[in-house]
C-alpha cells in the first residue's frame, strides 16, 4: 500500500525523532517546570473530594502500573537473563500470566479512575483538558499493553531480544530501527504512545512520580510549634 521509501521515513520519524523530541522535552520542561513552578509538583490528590470510589481506583491502578514498569526496567537491564528464564515453557508461562495479571488490574484501576471524575460533579470542576489528554494516552497504553500480552506471544521475549537493543542503540546515540521495524502494528502504537507520554509528562500531574519518595525521609525532624493567639486552658 505505501512505498518502502514512505514507510522508512516514517519509521525514523516515529522511532528516531520522535523518542530523542519526547526525552529532550522531558529533560529541559520538568526541570523548567521544577525551578519556576516547584509547588505544582503534585498528584493533585481529589481524595478529599470524594473518597468511596478512589480506592477502587487508586489501589490496583499504582499496584498494576508499578509492576509492568518495573518488568519493563528488568527487560531493558538484563534482557539476557530474561530469555534464559524464558527458555523453560513453565517459567515463561508464570512470567506471561503475571504480567497479563498485573495489566489487568492497571486497566480495571484506571478505569475507575476515569469513571470516578465523570461519576463526581465536584472532581470534574477540578480537572483540565491536560488531565483529559493525558488520561486518554495512557488509557491507549494499558489496552494496548493488554491487547499484545494475550494477541503478540510471548512479548517478554522479544521484548528482550528487540526491543532492549533497539532502546539500547538510543540511549548509545546510534539509533538502530532495525530490531523493531518487523514487529506487529499494535506493539509500534504502544511504543509510540509510550514517547508521547515522556514528552507530556513535565506538562501533567505525572511530576508526582519524580516527588516520592520525598524529602521526609532523609531530613532531620523539626519540632513544629504553632503560633497565634494563647487558648484558655479547660480545667485549670
Ligand atoms: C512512585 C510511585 C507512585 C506513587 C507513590 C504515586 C502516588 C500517587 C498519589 C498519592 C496519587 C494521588 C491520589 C489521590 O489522592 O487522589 C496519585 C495519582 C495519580 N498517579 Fe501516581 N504514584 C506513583 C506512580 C505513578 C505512575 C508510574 C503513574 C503512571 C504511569 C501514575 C499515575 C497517576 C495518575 C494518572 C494519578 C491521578 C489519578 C486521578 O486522580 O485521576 N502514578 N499517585
Not at 502500573?65 to 528464564?85: D, N, R, T, Y
Not at 499494535?186 to 508526582?208: D, Y
Not at 525521609?217 to 497565634?228: A, I, K, L, S
Request: with cysteine; charged share 10%; proline share 5%.
Amino acid at each position: 500500500m505505501f512505498s518502502d521509501e514512505f514507510l522508512g521515513d516514517f519509521n525514523n520519524l516515529m522511532f528516531v525523532v520522535l523518542p530523542y523530541l519526547s526525552f529532550v522535552v522531558f529533560l529541559l520542561m520538568t526541570i523548567q517546570r521544577y525551578r519556576t513552578q516547584t509547588f505544582t509538583y503534585s498528584s493533585l490528590s481529589s481524595q478529599f473530594l470524594e473518597n468511596k470510589h478512589h480506592f477502587w481506583g487508586m489501589v490496583p491502578f499504582h499496584y498494576g502500573v508499578l509492576a509492568i514498569i518495573v518488568g519493563h526496567v528488568v527487560g531493558f537491564l538484563i534482557p539476557g537473563s530474561v530469555i534464559a528464564w524464558n527458555s523453560q515453557p513453565l517459567r515463561l508461562y508464570i512470567l506471561e500470566i503475571s504480567a497479563l495479571v498485573c495489566g489487568i488490574l492497571t486497566v480495571v484501576g484506571f478505569v475507575n479512575v476515569i469513571v470516578r471524575r465523570f461519576r463526581s460533579k465536584k472532581i470534574m470542576t477540578v480537572t483540565t483538558t491536560a488531565d483529559w489528554i493525558l488520561y486518554a494516552i495512557l488509557l491507549l497504553q494499558f489496552l494496548s499493553g493488554v491487547y499484545i500480552a494475550v494477541f503478540e506471544r510471548w512479548g517478554s521475549s522479544w521484548y528482550a531480544s528487540n526491543a532492549a537493543p533497539y532502546l539500547w542503540s538510543l540511549l548509545k546515540l546510534s539509533p538502530d530501527t532495525s530490531f523493531i521495524v518487523a514487529l506487529p502494528a499494535m506493539v509500534k502504537l504502544h511504543m509510540v504512545s509510550a514517547f508521547a507520554l515522556i514528552a507530556l509528562f513535565p506538562f501533567t500531574r505525572l511530576v508526582h512520580i519524580l516527588v516520592i519518595p520525598n524529602p521526609y525521609f532523609w531530613r532531620r525532624t523539626q519540632v513544629v510549634r504553632w503560633v497565634g493567639p494563647r487558648r484558655k486552658r479547660i480545667g485549670h
